[in-house]
Every structure is written in C-alpha cells, then in structure tokens.
C-alpha cells in the first residue's frame, strides 16, 4: 500500500462542473497537507494546505480534511479548461520525519 | 516567479560528459529538495538537504553528486549518465526544516543522448 494514495484518474469534468479529487494516507499521525496543481511540461505550484479537519475555502477551490478517517479532498467549484493539470497531494508524516510524501498525481480535463 | 531558480533550463549531455545543474532560493527558506521526473511517472525524491545538511539520499545512483554549499545554493553533479536519466529534475524549498509547504523552481529537462 502507497503511503499517499489518489485516484487514478485521468477524470474529465465539463466546464462549470465540480471537480473533487481525493487522496488518502497511512499515516493516522500527519498534521499538515497540500495540494499543488502541475501543467504540463512545468513544475508543481502550491494552490491549497490545510492542517485541521474540515474545510478550507480559497476562491474556487476548497481543501477538505479528516483525519480520522485519513484523507483529504480538493473541490474545484465551476471548472475551467484552464484548471485542466496534474493535482499532486504531499502529507507530511511523521514516518518521513515530517517531511512531504507526494501522490502519483490525479490529471484533470476539464471540457469546454 | 516562484522565488526558486534553476540552470540550465534545457541540458543536452553525451554519457561522458559531466555537467551540474544549479538552483537557487530567494527565499530564506532552510531546505532544499532535488527531484527527477520522468515522462508520465511521478515525482521521485532523490536528496534533502535541511540546515545545509544532507538529509536523506533516496538510492539515487552514484552519478548523481549533490553539493548544498548554503542554504541558498544546491548543485547536483552529473557524470557518465544513462539515456534512462533523461527527465526533468525539480529543484524545490521550504522552511522548518523541511516540514512546510515546498516551492519548485521550473526545472531543468535533461537529455542524455
């Protein structure tokens, strides 16, 4: 088992739709967590961190945590073409001395 | 701009050559990351450097050679490279000591022909 898992993907959504992403980890002892959106052929950029349970609201994108049950999620309200990326999830474990563990990544299209 | 360079952008190298890639932070952070990224594969963490020290060193290959000579500052020497280490290597930074969120610079694409 991955330490940080995400859905496979790729998901497509059409414009104006929801988006939600999701990843868990083995961890239960992970305090902070991150999602970074990938372009392709450019580097991760940090677009969402959340260390308490429950939402994070920043635009149209809102970070979900709960850690009992060990995931955290990305909503994406009102997709855009332009959203259409890799989504890396990072948790920082304490099994990695704190530092961040990525996911393989979840690619999103989004279709006009 | 992310506030983390890198140099080259674009490195072309034979498998005898030897090369280094550079990365710098303008941002005061205290660690520094490198990462290969391979086509359609996901990101793979090769050496931490937190407080100018080393530490973690992910069973990267011996051709690979990090040097962090600051906290601003990290090289990674190449030499004698295999066409299988063409990728884009990701240079990334962060504060406390590597706990926080990381910022990348926007790599280098590496071809080993």
């Known amino acids: 088992q991955k330490e940080v898992e995400q859905n496979s993907g790729p998901l497509s959504v059409p414009e104006g739709a929801i988006a939600s992403l999701n990843c868990t980890y083995s961890d239960r002892g992970s305090q902070s967590f991150f999602w970074y959106r990938q372009y392709s052929g450019k580097s991760p950029e940090l677009i969402m961190f959340?260390?308490?349970?429950g939402d994070k609201e920043d635009g149209r994108f809102t970070a979900q945590l709960n850690k009992a049950s060990q995931y955290v999620s990305l909503l994406i309200r009102d997709s855009q073409p332009s959203d259409s990326a890799t989504y890396l999830c990072?948790?920082?474990?304490?099994?990695?001395?704190?530092?961040?563990?990525f996911g393989d990544g979840t690619t999103l299209t989004v279709k006009p | 701009e992310t506030g983390v360079t890198q140099t080259p952008r674009h490195l072309v190298m034979g498998m005898t050559n030897k090369k280094s890639l550079k990365c710098e932070q303008h941002l005061g952070h205290n660690a520094m990351y490198w990462y290969k990224q391979s086509a359609k594969k996901p990101l793979e963490l090769m050496f931490v450097y937190s407080l100018e020290e080393r530490v973690e060193n992910n069973s990267v290959p011996s051709r690979f050679s990090p040097e962090c000579p600051n906290s601003s500052h990290l090289f990674l020497h190449l030499h004698t490279l295999q066409p299988e280490d063409s990728a884009l290597y990701l240079c990334?930074?962060?504060?406390?000591?590597?706990?926080?969120?990381?910022?990348f610079g926007p790599g280098t694409r590496l071809t080993v022909t």
């Open positions: 959340i260390y308490s349970n």
């Open positions: 990334a930074s962060s504060q406390d000591g590597g706990i926080g969120e990381q910022y």
């Open positions: 990072a948790v920082n474990m304490r099994t990695n001395a704190g530092k961040s563990t």
